[in-house]
């Protein structure tokens, strides 16, 4: 009799661990794996968030004009008539500045400075 009570038992909990694990488990397996896949969404787009404002807070910091300085051999600054010395790009600047470097080998060091802003001689903005 004890025998038939314990299977009777058995089987009714085994009965309702299957239905538990079909109706309620299995719904909230599926809610998490929803809910991982937002938050991992969530913290993609707060990283990209992230790196897009650094980004533009250096972009803000970089000079707006690049200039070339010439050094002579007694490491003076000097003006050199007929070079060009402002550029709007620092590529531009440094294709100058090893241009001039090869074509006055080491009379003249040329060195590329950025500016927020230079002046010119009537004192506008370039």
């Known amino acids: ?47 990209l ?16 004009v690049y200039s070339i300085e010439i050094v002579d051999i007694y490491d003076r600054v000097v003006v050199l008539d007929g070079l060009r010395a402002n550029f709007a790009t620092h590529a531009a600047a440094i294709s100058y500045s090893q241009f001039y470097a090869n074509l006055y080998g080491n009379q003249y060091k040329f060195r ?6 230079i002046l010119d001689n009537n004192r506008k903005r370039l």
Request: charged share 15%; glycine share 2%; proline share 3%.
């Open 1 to 47: 009799m004890f025998s038939l009570i314990l299977i009777e038992i058995t089987k009714a909990l085994a009965f309702s661990y299957k239905w538990i694990e079909q109706n309620i488990v299995s719904y909230i397996q599926e809610f998490v794996r929803a809910f991982e896949q937002i938050i991992i969404i969530l913290a993609v787009v707060i990283f």
């Open 49 to 64: 968030l992230i790196i897009v404002h650094m980004t533009l807070k250096h972009l803000k910091k970089l000079p707006n």
């Open 112 to 117: 590329v400075v950025g500016h927020p802003a």
